[in-house]
């Protein structure tokens, strides 16, 4: 079946042809945007766990982005993919994208670990370009990873792209694409130049601000009497008086 005929002028392609055509796609495609749906919503329960119960929330925001049918079949060409679904999914692994920004680049690694390491989770490719750069100076955690989806007919495997990365690569990588976008293939050697040096920038960027939260948690740790000591004085916050009153009603 040839899905580049999905975006052709509708006379190329029968009335029922093209009707059934669309809806195979469309029905292909929101395997892909439940995939996305299943990420996100596990970003947003620890991003919400992290926000209530702990100190730090190393999940700033999370964005999402589904590949439009003019980009898959534009990456069909390029990879030279044969039109059928089979094929499309074997051979394009970024229709379904998730983007994660943290502040620190520790917390990069953290939010991957914490989501990976979860049962239906399954990890198929991580490429670290925080360690090893891209030579344009490209810095991202990239993760392709697998999830189950629930349709009525039994459950699914989808990829889903998952892309980590902290506030200054992000910062970057915007820019990075704009000028690219507009340029397209005929970017200004200076342009390419500049870019290169605000990657450097921004990388030395994010090794100051790790070091600056680094010191800063290290600093705030007190030795393990003083702990004890402060815990056996200070006013309980309204959690721990409730947890003490529900003793006293135990042992009443």
Known sequence: MDLGRLVAPSGDLASEDAQQLRQDFTRFMMRYKFGIDEIVTKLSILRDEFAHLHNDNPIENVSSRLKNPESII??????????????????????????????????????????????????????????????????????????????????????????????????????????????????????????KDAADTAGALDDTMQRLHTEVRTAGELPPELKAKLADNHDLSPDEEFVKRLRQLGHS
Not at 96 to 115: I, K, P, W
Not at 123 to 148: M, Q, W
């Open 74 to 195: 534009e990456k069909m060409s390029r990879k030279k993919c044969e039109p059928t679904f089979e094929s499309i999914a074997e051979r394009i692994t970024d229709i379904a994208g998730v983007r994660v920004t943290c502040s620190f680049v520790s917390e990069v690694y953290q939010v991957f670990d914490l989501l990976t390491g979860q049962d239906d989770v399954r990890v198929v490719d991580v490429r670290d370009y925080i360690k090893t750069l891209k030579p344009n100076g490209y810095r991202s955690l990239h993760a392709l990873v697998e999830v189950p989806v629930f349709l009525s007919d039994g459950p699914v495997p989808v990829l889903v792209e998952v892309q980590l990365r902290t506030i200054a690569m992000d910062f970057w990588a915007s820019l990075e694409h704009k000028i690219h976008y507009k340029y397209r293939q005929d970017v200004p050697q200076s342009l390419l130049d500049g870019l």
